[in-house]
């Protein structure tokens, strides 16, 4: 599937969304009070962070403020010109691909990949390079979009991810979005498979039940929250978005204890 496909350039002048300031860096505290969670940390300083899919860089300045010494990486070039004009005295920003990154070995400490696995034309081959890039001790932010959610997130359509691409491309063109469905995504079986080899801890249910925590109050309302965990397990193949956060090591989450604590996912062995 993935032969056919090309990789999606200048991001941000295809989807606005990309430079809403206000809506990146509410994803941003997101981010970051899941990592801090993790690492039982009160913030980033002396860690190395790299954004994979920076796009206009508010996310990496969000993690800078938080006290990382940030790279900001993506092939989106206007984006990455916008990110490096506002951004660039405190943030790295490298034009790269994910399958390709030009950082050494066990070199970071810190990966974030938010929303980007669908957009790659070869997600297993991003996973092995973060893993290749990743410390011994370092964890990666996934936010990963789930192909069962209902209305699909970029073009609002309702099960346009559960489509073939022949069919996705024809949906998509009709409505008037798009001229075809590039983006790809994954069950969250798929998913675990993707992330194998890795040490994989499920942040989804705590960031819906504790949303004023974990800055989710723009995506989950009290009302939503306060329904029971069980209701959320039932629903969960068909939760839109799944976070998580992966590390090579056996480690596990050092935060405070949560009313709903992150769970491990089992996932396959080896990398």
Request: glycine letters at 8%; a positive charge.
């Amino acid at each position: 599937m993935s032969g056919s496909r090309q990789p999606q350039l200048a991001y941000s002048e295809l989807m606005a969304a990309m430079l809403d300031e206000d809506q990146r860096r509410q994803k941003a505290a997101k981010i970051i009070r899941v990592l801090l969670h993790y690492l039982g940390r009160e913030d980033l300083d002396g860690l190395t962070v790299a954004d994979i899919g920076c796009s206009a860089g508010f996310i990496a300045d969000e993690l800078a403020t938080a006290g990382a010494t940030t790279l900001g990486l993506d092939i989106d070039v206007p984006g990455l010109g916008k990110a490096a004009e506002r951004f660039g005295a405190r943030v790295q920003f490298v034009c790269a691909t994910g399958d390709a990154l030009p950082l050494a070995d066990k070199s970071v400490d810190v990966l974030v990949l938010n929303h980007i696995y669908e957009h790659v034309v070869d997600p297993d081959a991003v996973l092995d390079e973060l893993h290749r890039v990743l410390a011994p001790t370092g964890v990666i932010y996934l936010g990963l979009g789930n192909r069962l959610g209902v209305v699909e997130p970029h073009y609002r359509l309702p099960f346009l991810s559960y489509l073939p691409g022949p069919l996705a491309d024809r949906y998509v063109r009709a409505s008037g979005r798009a001229e075809r469905y590039h983006e790809r995504f994954r069950t969250r079986r798929g998913l675990r498979r993707m992330l194998r080899g890795f040490t994989v801890w499920d942040y989804t249910l705590p960031v819906i039940k504790d949303p004023a925590r974990f800055s989710n109050t723009d995506v989950v309302s009290p009302r939503v929250a306060s329904l029971p965990t069980a209701a959320f397990r039932v629903a969960m193949p068909i939760v839109p978005i799944f976070i998580w956060v992966a590390a090579k090591s056996a480690s596990r989450p050092r935060g405070a204890t949560l009313g709903t604590p992150p769970e491990r996912l089992r996932v396959p062995a080896g990398r």
